[in-house]
């Protein structure tokens, strides 16, 4: 932990307490205490980890002494949390807004009891705010432009939602003359689930021409900054964009910095301190001397690493496995031979027909229907056709069809569809009987992003169970589903248990929802043998 995140918690500390109204004296020992730790020339948490007696160093007392100790060795300061707990969580987000310190809150709390940035950006409008002394026309305006702002930090977009805008937007920059190279760097890149804003990358002749033209793209909503070398925007539908113009010789450091994701960065540039190295977003240094940066395999090569896929950064152990070289072989695209999950429906010729085009060996036809098993085995393709029956899981771990009756379908699938609020230990339960029955769980955690986490499952014990019973757990493809997402398949990976990316499509579009379960795949580590979509015999 650098000297400024210590400072940064004891000034919350002192802002919190302000806010409160306590004791001048104590609030103003705290932000004291703040200045001292960010001013300092020494590294308080190696001093820390040292053992140091920091008392021994000027104007630091017995008590700060053991706050700088907490909060070095726990990450955490305990009379902070213990303060966010008593102040509510608007008053605390009110913080950053420009010309609002806590002074200003308490005023506003004081006279009007506002909680949230809701009722602030109500009481702003409604002229209620410019009654307090010290609320000019000015400032309101402020307030409200950060209220925005604060709003609109909290949003974040599925991946699948900004793709094409965000390859749109590519094209469109890669159009100006001038420009050489543009990459979408950030969460992105490395194609997480949900996305908080783009961070795009260019080289260009003439950033300014650059920044104008983009600016003035046909769906950017609001310009909210413009600089000389940075501009964000927001877009119609409210997703920021940061455009950041880069050199040719920093190219690949500056790419690797704003890939991320930020611990993966964090954990590199500990890394080559401890080699000797500095790294930072124009290249990395020997004492004062630039020795890489061009490119990203540079990057990784100077600090003695095999090169990380963008997927891999999340500080979950890729940087050891480089080290080592033991990265996984990511599965790719065309290592993908088939979808063992489209559905038997009005558009199944068509999908039939875009599966061919694709390159697929093979193809799972879906039904929950027994009934449809004569027309499902009557249909004409030059893929192996499989035929599916999806169960559904009872409150028992039973299916809601006897194994007699499904006994002539290729592949059994099994899925929870209601009861999703049981005890955990019930519901692991019901699941590890369900798999008695089935090839392959669905969707294993019922989750719907950012608007239902799933299930409460004890999946190490399913994991376990799956792979003594050799089954498959699905990574269900679907933009809002992810599901196993890319923690969880990475479990499975190491546990032994192959998966099966299926995409659910009931019309030919939706079969490139391959994609998404790809993304997640790669960012769970898979290779080709973890997924059964890559095989050709997996019956
Ligand atoms: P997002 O936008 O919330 O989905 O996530 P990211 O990863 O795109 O994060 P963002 O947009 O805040 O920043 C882009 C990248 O810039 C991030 O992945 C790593 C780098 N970065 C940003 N802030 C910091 C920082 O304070 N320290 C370090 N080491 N890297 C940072
Ligand atoms: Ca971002
Ligand atoms: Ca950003």
Aim: a positive charge; proline letters at 2%; glycine letters at 6%.
């Amino acid at each position: 932990m650098s000297n400024s995140e210590i400072a940064k918690i004891l000034s919350l500390t002192a802002d919190l307490l302000d806010i409160k109204g306590e004791n001048p004296f104590k609030v103003r020992a705290y932000r004291n205490a703040a200045r001292l730790v960010e001013g300092s020339s020494k590294d308080f948490e190696k001093l820390v980890k040292e053992e140091f007696d920091l008392t021994k160093l000027p104007g630091i007392g017995h008590d700060l002494s053991e706050y700088i100790k907490e909060i070095v060795t726990t990450g955490k300061f305990s009379k902070l949390e213990e303060l966010k707990k008593q102040i509510p969580l608007g008053l605390i987000d009110m913080l950053s807004i420009e010309g609002l310190g806590p002074k200003r809150i308490k005023e506003i709390y004081d006279a009007f009891h506002i909680t949230s940035l809701e009722e602030l950006k109500k009481y702003a409008q409604n002229g209620e705010l410019d009654k307090l002394p010290g609320f000019g026309p000015k400032l309101i305006e402020k307030i409200l432009k950060g209220v925005k702002q604060l709003k609109k930090a909290g949003i974040r977009f599925l991946w699948a939602d900004v793709e094409e805008v965000a390859e749109e937007i590519r094209k469109y920059l890669l159009d100006f003359p001038g420009v050489e190279i543009v990459d979408i760097a950030g969460s992105y890149r490395r194609r997480k689930e949900t996305v908080g804003d783009l961070d795009i990358l260019v080289i260009a002749d003439d950033y300014m021409k650059v920044s104008e033209y983009f600016t003035n793209y046909k769906r950017v909503k609001e310009v909210y900054s413009k600089g000389l070398t940075r501009s964000t925007v927001f877009l119609d539908n409210s997703l920021q964009i940061d455009l950041r113009a880069v050199t040719k010789e920093s190219y690949g450091s500056a790419l690797h910095y704003f890939t991320g994701s930020k611990a993966h960065n964090i954990a590199i540039r500990k890394m080559a301190i401890d080699m000797g190295l500095k790294v930072n977003e124009y290249g990395i240094y020997k004492g004062t001397k630039r020795i890489a940066g061009k490119s990203e395999e540079e990057v990784y090569e100077t600090m003695g690493l095999r090169y990380i896929e963008p997927e891999l950064r999340e500080n979950r152990g890729e940087i050891e496995a480089a080290k080592n070289n033991n990265l996984p072989k990511l599965v790719r695209e065309d290592d993908i031979k088939g979808d063992l999950k489209v559905y038997f429906n009005k558009n199944i010729k068509e999908i039939i027909d875009e599966a061919e085009k694709k390159g697929y060996e093979f193809l799972g036809i879906c039904t929950k229907n027994i009934e449809d098993l004569e027309k499902i085995k009557k249909l004409k393709s030059k893929l192996k056709i499989y035929s599916v029956i999806e169960c559904k899981i009872d409150k028992n771990g039973e299916l809601n069809y006897s194994k007699d009756k499904i006994k002539d379908f290729d592949i059994v699938y099994g899925s929870v569809e209601d009861n999703f609020n049981l005890d955990k230990v019930i519901q692991t339960k019901r699941i590890i009987n369900a798999l008695n029955h089935i090839d392959v769980l669905s969707h294993p955690i019922c989750r719907k992003i950012q608007k239902f986490d799933g299930i409460d499952i004890e999946f190490e014990q399913i994991l376990k169970a799956a792979k003594e019973k050799n089954k498959i757990l699905e990574i269900d493809a679907r933009r809002d589903r992810l599901d196993l997402d890319d923690s969880k398949i990475k479990l499975a990976k190491e546990t032994g248990v192959r998966m099966c990316i299926n995409s659910y499509a009931t019309n030919k579009k939706e079969l490139y929802n391959m994609k998404y379960g790809l993304n997640q795949a790669r960012r769970g580590w898979a290779e080709r043998e973890d997924l059964i979509n890559t095989l050709k015999n997996f019956i």
